[in-house]
């Protein structure tokens, strides 16, 4: 569409450091294009892969309005270096500071004139100077460069959309047909990397409902080595969702301009959506550019009523400045693992649905279903850090989270709600396990089962260390009474430490103690037996506590010794056959005194 000032833009996170557990980087199941892409363009690039509907708006001035309307800040704001090759780059700085202060995320479009002289809509004989290192066209993209590498100096992560609309033959860059766009994205991408220029994501942009003029948006595409998300612009329906979608390879997808705020009720669930200038908001129904503010205004009233919209408020903090910190943007375990459910609604409503990265399909239970659960395999042994639930209308009011490491002997509830609202319910607990299993007991309505679109894990894996040491003959006889282990929200301030004992004579087994718990007075730790010799059908392990052991509760094997300096845990009759290599675990709960510290732990065959 012609209009004045269309979108080519950024996207910057704040750079302080992520609130709670520090998640070490790992795949969201996507990598940047940039093979030397920094920690803040990584965590933002998996931030905006597991997440959807996050809100922007162009010109602070409008996303004031929406926050005076609606209570509520947009998520994103849309900046412009449309006068940076006449030597103005002051909005450099005022996006750092939105970045910085306000803790945004920050949208930065180019309007570039034509290198040769003119506007960024006439026509520009650009392919006769892609060859000369000499020409304004190198020199405009070495401005770009240095402002860009600015935020990134200030800790400021970019998602960056140049030559945007590439099919819609009204700017100069897209005049000159598909194969000089993709060689001029090719120079760009070049010489901004060459110049140290590490904390971009690349955004390709067109127009997916194609007519016309326009040609198809494929044939402009870059190439999945230089792109980080596909973005159309004014459109947001179902069909132009799966274009992107299959461009991109299943990468990030996201609307870079549209006149409407997108309501998650009806609208695809593109990760980000930015409304353009309130002055064509005002005329999307044929209204004068004068005309009545309330189109706009209630767009957004619809969408921030939504709990499935994102405002600022709820962004996290990406990452910090700190070469120390170790923070990183949120991993979702669960992408792309098995997942089985209690029942399904029917075919298309599969549990798999749950974590295959597309907020568009949903698992269904059984519509006759008074209680349901699905279980996640992540695969591998985690610290659990939390999880993020985005439901359907079919929503849980009452739900518990549980654990294992077998997938048949599941923890005591690691996480409870009785409470539940619906829409994106982020969640915070600790534990250590490979199986999550999600217990839905009470329905919004009586009419439905339950509906998820997805659901994420967080974590990372397990820090516990393993060791070995001498087995001792002691046997102690008084056994730990089994209850419920303590509340997810007595541990919020739990911390992944591991214990060691070690001793001249190998035995058959390691053992690792690990904390997974922590509150005034007490504590929840989880042991975890590795068989490192032949096949067993038994086994035995000590705790050796420094202090008399004070333990309040156990699962998972039978306890003996409490109140003593050495604590026997002996398998129960489901776990205790184990084969070379394999591993089982245990728990328990205890009261802590002064100068507390873990048990160490040594093992044998029962």
């Given amino acids: 569409m012609k209009k004045p000032f269309l979108a080519g833009f950024i996207i910057s996170a704040a750079s302080s450091l992520l609130a709670s557990s520090a998640l070490a980087q790992s795949s969201c199941g996507q990598t940047p294009a940039d093979p030397d892409a920094n920690l803040q363009a990584k965590n933002l690039l998996c931030y905006l892969k597991n997440n959807s509907f996050i809100s922007g708006q162009t010109d602070m001035p409008d996303a004031d309005k929406v926050q005076q309307w609606t209570g509520r800040y947009p998520a994103i704001i849309a900046f412009d270096f449309y006068r940076y090759t006449d030597g103005d780059t002051s909005e450099t700085q005022k996006a750092i500071d939105f970045a910085k202060i306000k803790k945004g995320i920050v949208a930065f479009q180019w309007h570039w004139k034509c290198p040769r002289g003119g506007e960024y809509y006439t026509d520009c004989a650009f392919d006769q100077d892609m060859n000369n290192p000499n020409s304004k066209l190198y020199q405009d993209i070495d401005v770009v460069a240095r402002e860009l590498k600015k935020m990134g100096d200030a800790g400021v992560p970019v998602l960056f959309r140049p030559l945007h609309e590439a099919n819609d033959n009204f700017m100069w860059w897209a005049k000159k047909g598909a194969d000089n766009y993709k060689r001029l994205w090719k120079l760009i991408y070049d010489r901004v990397n060459a110049q140290g220029v590490n904390n971009v ?30 973005t159309s612009d004014y459109y947001q329906s179902w069909t132009d969702y799966n274009t992107l979608k299959a461009i991109g390879n299943n990468k990030i997808v996201g609307i870079a301009e549209t006149f409407n705020a997108l309501n998650p009720a009806n ?45 600022i408020d709820q962004l996290p903090d990406f990452s910090a400045t ?10 979702n375990l669960a992408l792309g693992k098995a997942a089985v459910a209690s029942s399904t609604e029917g075919a298309g409503y599969e549990a798999a649905k749950l974590v295959d990265g597309n907020g568009a399909t949903r698992w269904a239970s059984a519509l006759n279903a008074a209680n349901a659960s699905v279980t996640i395999d992540l695969g591998s042994y985690y610290d659990l850090s939390g999880a993020r639930l985005q439901w359907e209308a079919a929503y849980a ?25 619906g829409g994106i319910e982020n969640l915070s607990f600790v534990g250590q396990g490979r199986y999550l299993r999600i217990n839905l007991t009470g329905k919004a309505n009586p009419n439905w089962g339950y509906s ?36 997810s929200s007595s541990r919020a301030a739990s911390s992944s430490v591991a214990s060691s004992a070690s001793s001249a004579a190998p035995s058959q087994f390691t053992c690792t103690v690990t904390r997974t718990g922590s509150w005034s007075g007490g504590y929840q730790a989880d042991v975890r037996v590795t068989n490192t010799g032949a096949a067993v059908n038994g086994w035995k392990v000590y705790l050796n506590f420094a202090q008399n052991a004070q333990i309040t509760s156990g699962w998972n ?5 409490n109140g003593t300096t050495k604590v026997t845990a002996t398998n129960v009759n489901y776990n205790g056959t184990l084969a070379s290599g394999a591993s089982t675990n245990f728990g328990f709960t205890g009261n802590t005194g002064a100068n507390f510290s873990l048990p160490g732990c040594s093992g044998t065959s029962n």
Avoid: H
């Fill in 201 to 230: 994501l690349w955004v390709f942009n067109g127009m997916a409902s194609t007519g016309g003029y326009r040609s198809n948006m494929r044939d402009w595409y870059p190439g999945d080595n230089m792109v980080d998300s596909v």
């Fill in 267 to 311: 609208e695809p669930p593109f990760s980000f959506s930015i409304v353009w200038a309130f002055r064509d908001c005002y005329r999307t129904q044929g209204q004068p550019s004068s005309g009545d503010v309330k189109g706009c205004e209630n767009s957004w009233r619809t969408a921030m009523s939504n709990s499935k919209t994102i405002s």
């Fill in 322 to 331: 700190s070469s120390s910190s170790s923070s990183a943007g949120p991993v």
């Fill in 397 to 421: 009011t009452a739900y518990n989270i549980q654990i294992s490491t077998d997938n048949v002997n599941f923890s005591n509830p690691i996480f409870s709600k009785n409470n539940g609202a």
């Fill in 452 to 487: 998820l679109w997805e659901v994420s894990v967080f974590g990372d894996s397990t820090t516990a260390s393993s060791v070995s040491s001498a087995a001792s003959s002691d046997s102690i006889s008084s056994a730990a009474s089994s209850s419920s282990v303590a509340s």
């Fill in 557 to 561: 094997a039978t306890l003996a010794g």
